[in-house]
């Protein structure tokens, strides 16, 4: 793999899971969960992953772990193409990718102790370690911020935000390259969020690690990520890097989540417009033709109903997907509406 190729590449990647009905079960529908995205993650960075909630931000971290069998489209890691290997070649990949969970609760079995739990990838991958297993785990603990004497204690006696780290600990037992981290702050108190998210950060620089975070606090992915992916509705609408998203979104869908983010300062609140999306999010069973934010967006036309936008880079590093972007170089919207 060289420099400049990224560590993971998703191409057109699809996941429809199949509704079925009648007494033979017969297929009378998809909900199409991911639906043909796009996107590269690089060495050392961190990509976050934001949209509404049924978005299919979880579903792309399930396809990208490979937890989830891809419909279509493909998944490269380090240059080798993962999209349909067996669980049998999966295994040895599981040491270079893992997944933290949302929910610190039912991620953890209660019948094993915490040296049990973070010990297992160890037994699961056969890894032998210098100084047994044991000392192994206590070092991990120490490395999350939890007391290597807690090795024999159980989940049901730590805190949410101390069962978050056995998660992390667990996770970084084999020393993977990519972790999906799926909403790993959203289940916790606030008063624990930033402890989790800076402890993310701290192991990232010490470990070198890289991130796919996925979330719907937008302050969370703010804090964290170097670049960001907007979802809607099975597709990625807009990927910045971070500063240049949150300082000129393009996309009426990301302007609208923005606006939704809390300002501490009274002053810009009340510059500030709230956007108001209206209607509900709809069904992935049956998504709006062409442009799938068109039925809730304030700009949108005719071409919208009828033909889908490409995610197009508009900017340096700033790809969209809309036919009337906000915030966008003149030259840019120029082109666009020449095409159109």
């Known amino acids: 793999m060289s420099e400049n190729e990224p560590l993971l590449s998703v191409r057109n990647v699809e996941k429809h899971f199949p509704v079925t009905a009648g007494l033979f079960k017969r297929q009378v529908g998809a909900v199409k969960a991911v639906d043909g995205i796009s996107f590269d993650v690089f060495k050392g960075e961190t990509l976050g992953l934001v949209g509404e909630s049924?978005?299919?931000?979880?579903?792309?971290?399930?396809?990208?772990?490979?937890?989830?069998?891809?419909?279509?489209?493909?998944?490269?890691?380090?240059?080798?193409?993962?999209?349909?290997?067996?669980?049998?070649?999966?295994?040895p990949l599981r040491r270079d990718m893992q997944m933290i969970f949302q929910d610190p609760y039912s991620s953890l079995n209660p019948r094993h102790t915490v040296g049990a739990i973070v010990g297992a990838p160890f037994r699961i991958q056969?890894?032998?370690?210098?100084?047994?297993?044991?000392?192994?785990?206590?070092?991990?603990?120490?490395?999350?911020?939890?007391?290597?004497?807690?090795?024999?204690?159980?989940?049901?006696e730590f805190s949410g935000g101390q069962r978050q780290r056995i998660g992390i600990a667990r996770t970084l037992a084999l020393k993977p390259k990519l972790i999906i981290a799926d909403e790993p702050v959203s289940a916790l108190d606030v008063s624990i969020q930033a402890q989790?998210?800076?402890?993310?950060?701290?192991?990232?620089?010490?470990?070198?690690?890289?991130?796919?975070?996925?979330?719907?606090?937008?302050?969370?992915?703010?804090?964290?990520?170097?670049?960001?992916?907007?979802?809607?509705l099975g597709k990625i609408v807009e990927i910045a890097e971070r500063k240049r998203l949150y300082s000129s979104p393009?996309?009426?869908?990301?302007?609208?989540?923005?606006?939704?983010?809390?300002?501490?300062?009274?002053?810009?609140?009340?510059?500030?417009?709230?956007?108001?999306?209206?209607?509900?999010?709809?069904?992935?069973?049956?998504?709006?033709p062409a442009c799938r934010f068109h039925t809730r967006c304030w700009k949108a036309q005719e071409i919208?109903?009828?033909?889908?936008?490409?995610?197009?880079?508009?900017?340096?590093?700033?790809?969209?997907?809309?036919?009337?972007p906000e915030n966008a170089p003149v030259a840019a919207t120029a082109d666009t509406a020449g095409k159109d």
Do not use: W
Not at 72 to 84: L, V
Not at 260 to 288: C, F, H, Q, T, Y
Not at 309 to 322: D, I, R, T
């Open 250 to 288: 393009m996309h009426p869908y990301t302007n609208a989540l923005l606006s939704a983010v809390p300002v501490p300062d009274p002053k810009a609140r009340k510059e500030r417009e709230r956007i108001r999306l209206k209607g509900d999010v709809p069904s992935p069973l049956n998504p709006p």
């Open 304 to 324: 919208c109903k009828t033909v889908e936008p490409p995610l197009e880079s508009l900017a340096s590093g700033h790809s969209v997907a809309c036919h009337f």
């Open 54 to 91: 049924g978005c299919g931000k979880s579903t792309t971290g399930r396809l990208v772990t490979r937890l989830l069998e891809p419909t279509g489209g493909a998944i490269d890691f380090e240059g080798r193409d993962i999209t349909h290997l067996s669980q049998g070649k999966l295994r």
């Open 196 to 232: 989790v998210v800076n402890l993310l950060e701290d192991l990232q620089k010490e470990l070198d690690l890289t991130y796919v975070v996925i979330a719907h606090d937008l302050s969370v992915v703010r804090h964290i990520s170097d670049r960001v992916a907007v979802m809607y």
């Open 126 to 156: 056969g890894v032998k370690t210098d100084n047994g297993v044991k000392k192994a785990v206590q070092e991990i603990l120490e490395l999350v911020g939890l007391n290597p004497e807690h090795y024999n204690r159980y989940p049901h």
